[in-house]
């Protein structure tokens, strides 16, 4: 075989589902080919310094826009104040009422095609799933490697942790990501308006308000027996370093390409993967056998650099001699899979692609944490740190904890073109994710069957059980702007934005207002699940425990796309973990087919 377009393994995206994995079987010697459609920008300082994810998450080298919708119903989705349009003449407007003419995109969901994927945009906090999580997982296909304690080993093997002792077992001390913590010791100076936030907080949530600035140091990454019901202030973790410097798979990937003698790793950057090529003839399932792809800069038409009207250039083929991983994303992993003939047989017909394994949950159980905020002004600016909690509302369906908050002074209203807006120096906020909501009615769609067109990604916000979710942000909110009230006069009365404007009377902002605003104004931007990992039986289920695409061999798909349900509070920490699994499980089976060979096992 032609060693340029041929190798062991092949993996599309190099994010946090693709990019430890790639690099692992590189160094298990095994030749890997990484296609990545961005491109490296690990020295660009608004990557590289994690303080600046703003303009990151916002800059046009790396951005790929989707603009989603959050429900079928048009009008409801109207209502979201950051709806964008485009005014066509190559600007956006980004609001309620657009000008004449204007065209609707929708909701903005960015993310970014660069190597290291939305870890190198992100806000880098680092955060676990519950235990309950990985259990799950579990119970719905009986593979015990998933268990809670075991996962916690994957962690400790990425993790270079800089803020826990050497000796501290829970952490890892070697690994190629940076985790370090942020200095909680403002929290000592007791006549800061934010530290008589947090004493009041401390109170409403079942702490002790004497110990804020010992329990602000509290490990969001420990390893304690209640750490999924204890509401506590935490120390917010980030995958940098103490320097602030971003840390992400993309490290993990130079270091690897750094020793090209002992490792194989070959990393082809402005390369989109648009098929996945099969062999249908021999064998009893269909086995991936290679990848289409197209070379050349912004092809995809997310990417807001993209030309339109340019005629996409010709397809080029690689073969792997073992595997192909598909690592896109959640929204370009579905896409890639059903554009391969790997979808509900349906939606395939329509766009006349042939069907290669009729999976009717491909793109299917989209889900996303629910998140939102309290904003408001102070009377004068406010000094503040950063106040981190995760707690319990007394509405929450169980013991554990179901809101994390970080209150400071800053704003942060979800995305938009330019996002976030600076309401001065005294703003205020809390914002806040909700997690495990109840409804999994997301999805991403084929437009065309051209893999240059975005998929329709609709989240189905609240569609099931989302009075209750509602309920839970409401109360949440009540709690957070209740422990605002103990500022201090010299801030006090905050003039709120919402989602209880101050314009209004209190007494008009009733828990039905605050329900509505949270159901027209929540975002998100921890999608997961579009190809979910699931019982044996299930038609949703996309993949066994081993992330194989069920219906084909040599075929899986190892990214956020996989998780059964949204990993905890953060998912990028989490879909490091698992790329790190999955890499085990790919190594297990050329193991046993490299043992199965010795024993001329099928000769
Ligand atoms: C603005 C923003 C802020 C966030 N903040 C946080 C945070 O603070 N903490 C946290 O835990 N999570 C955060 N997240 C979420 C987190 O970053 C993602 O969940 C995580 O990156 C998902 O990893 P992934 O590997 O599944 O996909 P991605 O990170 O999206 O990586 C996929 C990669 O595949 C490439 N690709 C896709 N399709 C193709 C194709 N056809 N051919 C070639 N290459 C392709 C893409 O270019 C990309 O590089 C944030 C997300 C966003 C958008």
């Known amino acids: 075989a032609d060693p340029t377009t041929t190798y062991d393994y092949i993996v599309v995206g190099s994010g946090p589902g693709g990019g430890p994995l790639s690099a692992e079987l590189a160094r298990a010697g095994y030749s890997t080919l990484l296609i990545e459609a961005g491109t490296d920008q690990w020295d660009n300082p608004t990557y590289a310094d994690i303080q600046n994810f703003n303009e990151a998450a916002n800059d046009e080298t790396t951005r790929w826009d989707f603009w989603v919708k959050h429900s079928d119903d048009a009008a409801r989705d109207l209502k979201f104040k950051h709806t964008t349009w485009d005014t066509g003449d190559g600007t956006f407007y ?14 903005q969901y960015p993310r970014a095609a660069v190597l290291g994927g939305c870890a190198m945009h992100n806000a880098g906090v680092a955060s676990l799933p519950e235990d309950d999580d990985w259990n799950r997982i579990v119970n719905l296909t009986g ?32 690994g190629w990501l940076a985790i370090s913590n942020t200095d909680p010791s403002w929290a000592k100076n007791d006549s800061n308006p934010a530290v008589k936030i947090m004493k009041r907080l401390a109170q409403l949530t079942g702490q002790d308000p004497s110990q804020v600035a010992d329990l602000a140091n509290t490990d969001l990454l420990g390893d304690f027996p209640n750490r999924d019901t204890m509401s506590s202030f935490f120390n917010m973790a980030t995958h940098s370093d103490k320097n602030g410097k971003r840390a992400s798979p993309n490290n993990y990937i130079r270091a690897t390409l750094a020793d090209p003698a002992k490792y194989p790793l070959t990393v082809k950057l402005n390369t989109l993967a648009t098929k996945v090529l099969f062999n249908t003839t021999t064998g009893s399932k269909p086995r991936a056998i290679g990848i289409e792809v197209m070379e050349g ?19 080029h083929r690689y073969f792997a001699n073992r595997e192909v991983i598909l690592s896109g994303g959640v929204f370009n992993t579905p896409q890639l899979l059903k554009l391969s003939g790997i979808g509900p047989a349906t939606e395939l017909q329509k766009f006349n692609i042939s069907v290669v394994v009729d999976s009717p949950g491909v793109g299917e159980g989209l889900t996303d944490n629910y998140e939102g905020s309290v904003l408001g002004l102070g009377k004068v600016p406010i000094e503040s740190g950063l106040i981190t909690i995760l707690f319990r509302t007394p509405n929450a369906p169980t013991a554990k904890r179901n809101i994390y908050a970080w209150c400071g002074a800053f704003s942060f209203e979800g995305f938009w073109p330019g996002y976030p807006t600076y309401y001065g120096a005294e703003q205020f906020s809390c914002a806040m994710v909700h997690v495990k909501p109840r409804s999994q009615d997301g999805s991403v769609r084929l437009t065309s069957a051209d893999p240059q067109d975005k998929p ?3 989240f189905r916000f609240f569609e099931h059980g989302g009075d209750e979710d509602l309920s839970e ?22 003039n709120e934005l919402h989602p209880c404007p101050s314009s209004e009377s209190n007494s008009t902002c009733s828990e039905a207002q605050q329900a509505e605003f949270f159901k027209t104004q929540a975002y ?4 997961t699940s579009s190809c979910q990992i699931g019982a044996e039986g299930d038609e949703m289920a996309v993949l066994d425990s081993k992330f194989r695409v069920r219906g084909t061999e040599g075929l899986r798909v190892v990214d956020a796309s996989a998780f059964p349900n949204v990993p905890g509070f953060f998912p990028s920490v989490p879909t490091m973990m698992i790329s790190v699994k999955a890499a085990g499980d790919v190594l297990a089976a050329a193991r046993e087919a490299e043992a199965d060979a010795d024993a001329g096992v099928g000769k």
């Open 297 to 315: 800069s912004s092809l995809y038409r997310a990417d807001p650099k993209h030309i339109p009207g340019t005629t996409a250039p010709k397809v």
């Open 143 to 174: 593979d015990a490697s998933w268990e809670a304690g075991k996962m916690r080993e994957y962690l400790k093997r990425i993790e270079r942790n800089e803020y826990a002792g050497v000796d501290d077992a829970t952490h890892g001390h070697d």
């Open 473 to 494: 942000l409401v109360s949440a909110a009540n709690i957070l702007r209740e422990s605002w009230q103990a500022a201090g006069e010299e801030v006090l009365p905050f």
């Open 94 to 107: 980004v609001g309620l009422d657009p000008p004449e003419g204007a065209k609707l995109l929708g909701i």
């Open 456 to 458: 329709e990604i609709n």
């Open 524 to 527: 998100s931007h921890h999608a």
